[in-house]
């Protein structure tokens, strides 16, 4: 089953009191959302979540807790929207977990994973008709290129895409492990032995397909200005193209404009609003109890005016 990864560094920083209202953006298969439910007996809870099976997993875990949430079926990037409809324009923390959850990996069909053989899918919403398979069959070599340069990193980005155009070009390429096949034909022996040559590929497609880091961005900065004061935003991250995003905003937002910082006494409405609280990566223990932990970073701001 899914761990939760820095669970209880969420449940601690996120403040939780017995009336908080709090937003868990990445509702998953309700592992921090449970333990989140229990500490708030009084206040309430949203999660928003695309998956219907996560979110018909979530429901009855979540029942057998309380009935003080509600679960919204919806992007996170609409979170303002969303929580406008509920007359809702203030909460008290906001979580994100942008791990793909295990069983969106485990369940082979879905697409997710490079080592299982399954249909080339890869979205996290099941109603979007663009998936991996359109992606892959149908991006030009620049696209591909870009894409596996820019969410993936890849070092061998530009023969993987040569590769893709002129192995489609004779039949369309349907499955998870075709894929793979071309991935290690177009990387030297060596990098194969290093790590597995498709991870990068199959991250990069998987943001790309679920618009992950435009998504991510529009959402984090609705949701500082949803904080009420002495509120707090946790983000779990779990590569550098997000984490580079969350650090960037919470900066820009927790740092006093540089023109202004020389002046020996700073107006208060030009006060930074928020305070960074934490960077934290999992222990040890942690990681070796739970491998998918290795990456993860969390980061914590503050409202503070």
């Known amino acids: 089953m899914h761990k939760s990864v820095l669970l209880d ?10 009336t908080s209202t709090i937003v868990d953006c990445t509702l998953g298969y309700g592992g921090h959302s449970s333990n989140i439910l229990k500490k708030i007996k009084r206040g309430f809870l949203f999660a928003f979540d695309q998956d219907i099976d996560a ?15 509600e679960i919204i079926k919806s992007n996170f990037s ?3 929207a969303e929580l406008k409809k509920r007359n809702i324009d203030k909460v008290d923390g906001i979580l994100y977990d942008l791990g793909v959850s295990s069983p969106q990996l485990d369940q082979p069909e879905r697409g997710f994973s490079f080592h299982k053989d399954a249909r080339l899918d890869m979205r ?14 149908n991006y030009s070599y620049e696209e591909l290129t870009r894409i596996f340069t820019t969410y993936g990193e890849e070092k061998y980005s530009s023969s993987i895409a040569k590769k893709i155009i002129t192995t489609r070009q004779t039949k369309p390429i ?3 492990l075709e894929l793979v096949e071309i ?36 959402s984090l900065k609705d949701a500082l200005e949803l904080l009420n004061i002495n509120g707090r935003i946790c983000v779990i991250t779990f590569h550098s193209l997000e984490d580079r995003i969350c650090k960037n905003i919470m900066k820009n937002v927790s740092t ?6 020389n002046l020996p006494i700073i107006p208060e409405e030009y006060m930074p609003k928020y305070k960074i609280i934490a960077t934290i990566s999992p222990t040890p223990k942690e990681i070796e109890e739970n491998p998918r932990a290795r990456s993860a970073k969390l980061r914590v701001i503050e409202r503070i005016r």
């Open 174 to 176: 349907k499955t998870t």
């Open 183 to 218: 991935i290690k034909s177009a990387v030297p022996e060596k990098y194969r032995r290093t790590s597995h040559p498709a991870r990068k590929v199959f991250q990069a497609i998987r943001i790309e397909v679920n618009n992950e880091l435009n998504v991510f961005d529009k």
């Open 55 to 69: 979110i018909n997993y979530s429901k009855k875990r979540l029942d057998n807790i309380g009935k003080n949430y």
């Open 124 to 137: 996290m919403d099941k109603t979007n008709t663009f998936d991996a398979e359109k992606l892959i069959n």
């Open 256 to 261: 006093i404009d540089k023109n202004l910082a």
């Open 78 to 80: 609409n979170i303002k």
């Open 9 to 18: 560094e969420c449940l601690e920083y996120l403040n939780l009191k017995n």
